[in-house]
């Protein structure tokens, strides 16, 4: 899972290096909302939590969903779904005649 971490950090960071000035609220959201997730999931894997480690884990985990809209256009919903089939089909068809 560290490794996981390691290497979705640095290709967030490398992908949202040079941001234009209408980017730049969205990568920092996007690098916080991930961020937050790893430091998240490091923490949760400790063999022990004392109450510290706990705040910890619930401000990362607060972090998450205020920010985890940045990624909501995103997200693959049934009509979403069924268009990207259609098109799929439409494509077929298209190369097969």
């Given at each position: 899972m560290r490794n996981l971490g390691?290497?979705?950090?640095?290709?967030?960071?490398?992908?949202?290096?040079?941001?234009?000035?209408?980017?730049y609220h969205e990568f920092k959201?996007?690098?916080?909302?991930?961020?937050?997730?790893?430091d998240f999931s490091l923490m949760a894997q400790y063999r022990s939590?004392?109450?510290d480690i706990l705040v910890y884990m619930e401000r990362h985990l607060q972090t998450f969903?205020?920010?985890?809209?940045?990624?909501?256009?995103?997200?693959i919903t049934k009509a979403t779904c069924l268009e990207a089939?259609?098109?799929d089909?439409?494509?077929?068809?298209?190369m097969a005649n």
């Open positions: 390691h290497c979705i950090s640095n290709v967030l960071a490398s992908a949202l290096r040079n941001p234009d000035g209408s980017q959201s996007a690098w916080k909302c991930i961020c937050t997730l790893v939590h004392i109450p969903h205020w920010t985890k809209d940045t990624f909501l256009e995103f997200l089939n259609r098109q089909w439409d494509l077929r068809e298209l």
